[in-house]
């Protein structure tokens, strides 16, 4: 045992020195601090079933990611005469047996929201206030503490963005300095008989090497989070002008965004940090745009879907969400898997769910006129199956974040319109008349001339020769007519819309079905008329 007071820092997110109050109140007036990072199975452990290549949580790229930032971590303490102690197994049993084995006298780790982290935190912290073990858990991943916002509201998270903004006003802490850098931490106490390891690398983890040909261009880590801050911020006319939802989703080889989020997800770049910078660089510019828009706009949406996530039972779910309109998508998995596998024979679909698959990150619009397409806009499959794609997939993937985007774009919750549909066609063809986005992440269709490369199924079949390319066999059919399906989303969607507002949200999955029954009913007619149209054409 150590003599003296020790602490426990517990990483999570959170994965940085700068700003991050739990460290620093850690480190005060303690002998000895412990940082500690605990792999847990339920994210980490390989799943030969999964669809791609990773755990039953998450793809490769963004395991690759967190380890990247872990080694990153590592060596940022390493420089303050720390290092990050690596443990293996279920967080809770893992922290209280380390509790238990050293002279622990504060536990310190960042508040999370997330259900998950939730629950853990509960057993965890139970066992420390038994022990008489001080806990200190401040709100840093945030700009805002959801509940606060939730408690000024009576009670209720605000459901638009204008209203969470009112309420929200300035952050408290933005009056006073943020503290970004320290000199020095605590020795690491003796560790006893805690099997602690450095941190591993894919392959120790069990994965296999992948040999997919292009590999996420994204690097995990505080110190890359802060370069490309520095690089972004440096572009002052750049931020001051930056307008969400402008930019063009289809630049690849220099995104058209900060690329921050990842860094923002595992708390590899603090929010509060990146706001303050924002800040400070309006202040020295003529004019600059403001929020929903502009950067700053950005970390507000990100508090505002924390915020609802955190207030909202069930946020992640239609059944028993209270936001949630009740809608009858249909369960075709042959339509998921196409999509999904980047084989809906839109080129521009498929390119954007490639890109997915490659580097774990696309463009905002790219991923709406995905998500548009799965849901409401061609193919009416339920978007939490979408969102289980994107939540595997993306290396940003945010549990608040991500459900809340599904919901707006399937038009389920926030965002109402639905006769506003993103066009697999027209979209990508507005800033990318060429196709030079799809025929590097498609490059099947890389001889495909510009006239033909959205719509190849179009092309003369001399044409398709010419290109190597054949529909139907180098590269898929359209699973549907665009113009056709479009029209029955949007009919689906208003008797849905209808039925909701007549049982006042109050709908069962006795009323689903039978909606489901007569929107299937009413679709026979239509499917037999085109036939005999056919037939006599």
Known sequence: MSSGSGS???FRKGLRIHDNPALEYASKGSNFLYPVFVIDPHYMKPDPEA?????????????QFLLESLRDLDLNLKRLGSRLLVLKGEPSEVLIRCLKEWDVKKL?????????YQALDVKVK????????????????????PADIIRKNGGKPPLSYQSFLKLA???????SPLSITLSSLPLVGNTGNCNISEVPTVEELGYEETQQDELSPFRGGETEALKRLRESIENKEWVAKFEKPKGDPSAFLKPATTVLSPYLKFGCLSSRYFYICLKDLYKNVKTHTVPPVSLAGQLLWRDFFYTVAFGTPSFDRMRGNKICK???????????VAWREARTGFPWIDAIMTQLRKWGWMHHLARHCVACFLTRGDLFVHWEKGRDVFERLLIDSDWAINNGNWLWLSCSSFFYQYNRIYSPISFGKKYDPNGDYIRHFLPVLRDMPKEYI?????????????AKCIIGRDYPKPVVAHDSASKDCRRRMAEAYALNQKMSGMVSAEDLRNLRRKLEEDQKPEVENKRQRKLIG
Not at 137 to 143: D, E
Not at 169 to 175: I, K, N, Q, T
Not at 454 to 466: D, F, G, R, V
């Open 8 to 10: 426990l820092m517990w």
């Open 51 to 63: 669809f791609s290549p990773g755990s039953s949580k998450a793809g490769l790229n963004r395991i």
């Open 108 to 116: 310190c780790f960042e508040y999370d929201t997330e259900p998950y």
């Open 126 to 145: 139970s066992y420390a206030s038994t022990a008489g073990i001080e806990i200190y858990s401040p709100v840093s991943h945030t700009l805002f503490n």
């Open 169 to 175: 006003g300035e952050p408290s802490w933005a009056s």
């Open 326 to 336: 009740q809608i009858p998508w249909n369960d075709d998995d042959e339509l998921l």
């Open 454 to 466: 959205y719509e190849p199924w179009t092309a003369p079949l001399s044409i398709q020769n010419k």
